[in-house]
């Protein structure tokens, strides 16, 4: 069994669409997040959630909404998708707020 | 801003070689942890340092945490080709819901 598993694992779309990544994990793990990784692979934490609870709300367009219906579970819809959206989405999870993370396989997002 | 900068962005060995890639930050670490990413991979987690001038092993990766715990590095002795990756390391940062920062990557690459 994966223990961080994401949906889909790959997205081509066009400018203008809107589109989600699912997020499962089974670790029983607290908190969970949603990190981007562009390009150049630098990691920039998105979104952090604590028992269904948002913790950490980053510097993101208000086109992107996390939203996560229980503690296993957190999904992002992404609206109005533009060129520069195009990155891979990581999901992630941790036992505590400051422990180490679990990651999932990514979603790499091209928008065309 | 980025709270840790990470040298080199890029390394390149030969097998055998030895690698140390360094993290550096002008502000008080609580604590480091280091990941690695295989190409086409997701960062998994390696380890976890919180005292000043900590040192851990784990075979042939040597990590440290300066006594300032402003710095931090990881070395590889004797690469092998299962080396290649980026390796990121990453501060968490309590007051801040836990976050964890990411700095930029070292990206290895090994010539058999």
């Known amino acids: 069994d994966t223990a961080v598993s994401q949906t889909p694992k790959y997205l081509v779309t066009q400018m203008g669409n809107d589109k989600s990544i699912k997020c499962e994990q089974n670790?029983?793990?607290?908190?969970m997040y949603w990190y981007k990784q562009d390009s150049k692979k630098f990691l920039k934490i998105m979104f952090s959630?604590?028992?269904?609870?948002?913790?950490i709300n980053e510097t993101v367009p208000n086109r992107f909404s996390p939203k996560s219906p229980d503690k296993a579970h957190l999904n992002l819809h992404i609206n109005s998708l533009e060129l520069g959206d195009s990155a891979v989405y990581f999901c992630?999870?941790?036992?505590?707020?400051?422990?180490?993370?679990?990651f999932g396989e990514g979603s790499r997002l091209t928008v065309l | 801003g980025q709270q840790v900068m990470q040298i080199p962005q890029y390394q390149h060995v030969q097998e055998g070689e030895d690698f140390t890639t360094y993290c550096n930050s002008s502000?008080?670490?609580?604590?480091i942890q280091w990941y690695k990413q295989r190409p086409g991979g997701h960062p998994v987690f390696l380890i976890q340092?919180?005292?000043?001038?900590e040192v851990k092993k784990q075979k042939r990766l040597t990590f440290q945490f300066g006594e300032a715990k402003k710095n931090s590095s990881l070395h590889i002795t004797a690469t092998q080709t299962t080396d290649v990756g980026t390796y990121f390391c990453?501060?968490?940062?309590?007051?801040?819901?836990?976050?964890?920062?990411f700095g930029q990557g070292t990206e290895l690459s090994v010539k058999p």
């Open positions: 670790l029983g793990h607290d908190t």
């Open positions: 959630y604590n028992n269904k609870e948002l913790i």
């Open positions: 502000t008080t670490l609580s604590n």
């Open positions: 990453a501060e968490s940062i309590y007051n801040q819901g836990g976050k964890l920062i």
């Open positions: 992630a999870s941790s036992p505590t707020r400051t422990g180490e993370l679990f």
């Open positions: 340092l919180v005292k000043s001038g």
